[in-house]
């Protein structure tokens, strides 16, 4: 059974950071593209940043470049989300996914492209 857990999340104040936590378990995390995603109430779950499987190419949405990193740590099976120069509009419920993306041009910001998904952590950024 695969098992994303994320945590990290909180409430912060705009300019602050933050790190997320993604603990993987029941898939081969060398094999798995992990994404993160974010869902702010009324509206739809939105691209934040992926890490292809490889560990060799990473994308952002263009909201977040620059100011997000994503990470991934082989040996712990853990994925992180590091949000730096936070903004009100940041505030969201962060999701942890994760899928082999055989077609990663195509499917890296798509979230019927990942099949195992975490339960969200709460992100609130204060003006």
């Known amino acids: 059974q695969v098992t994303l857990v994320e945590s990290g999340g909180g409430l912060v104040q705009t300019g602050e950071s933050l790190r997320l936590s993604c603990a993987a378990s029941g898939l081969t995390f060398r094999n798995s593209t992990m994404a993160w995603f974010r869902q702010a109430p009324g509206k739809d779950r939105e691209f934040v940043g992926a890490s292809h499987w490889t560990g060799m190419d990473t994308r952002y949405a263009a909201s977040v470049k620059g100011r997000f990193t994503i990470s991934r740590d082989k040996v712990n099976n853990m994925a992180s989300l590091q949000m730096n120069k936070l903004k009100p509009e940041d505030t969201a419920v962060y999701y942890c996914?994760?899928?082999?993306?055989?077609?990663?041009?195509?499917?890296?910001?798509?979230?019927?492209?990942?099949?195992?998904w975490g339960q969200g952590t709460q992100v609130t950024v204060s003006s």
């Open positions: 996914a994760a899928d082999f993306t055989r077609f990663w041009d195509f499917e890296y910001a798509s979230p019927p492209a990942y099949s195992y």
